[in-house]
């Protein structure tokens, strides 16, 4: 989502806090320029895995991964 700069305006430590957890936020200023906002990297956070990221909700179950492996393993096994 491309946030307005009045939006960053009043919304500044919420946004900041999204920057955070997202990694980036981008807004659009009236004219048209567009900016990135990213978070630069702590020594706390340099210390974290690359593997250690959000998970994501998707809406499948464990019996649909356990199919498509099945399928997969037929036929390409």
């Given at each position: 989502m491309i946030y307005t700069t009045s939006q960053v305006q009043q919304q500044l430590p919420d946004l900041l806090k999204k920057a955070l957890l997202d990694g980036q936020i981008?807004?659009?200023?009236?004219?048209?320029?567009?900016?990135l906002i990213k978070?630069?990297?702590?020594?706390?956070?340099?210390?974290?895995?690359?593997?250690?990221?959000?998970?994501?909700?998707?809406?499948?179950?464990?019996?649909?991964?356990?199919l498509a492996v099945r399928e997969s393993r037929e036929r390409y096994g």
């Open positions: 981008w807004f659009k200023t009236r004219d048209g320029q567009v900016f978070p630069v990297v702590s020594e706390k956070a340099s210390n974290k895995s690359p593997l250690d990221v959000r998970s994501v909700k998707l809406p499948i179950t464990t019996n649909d991964i356990l």
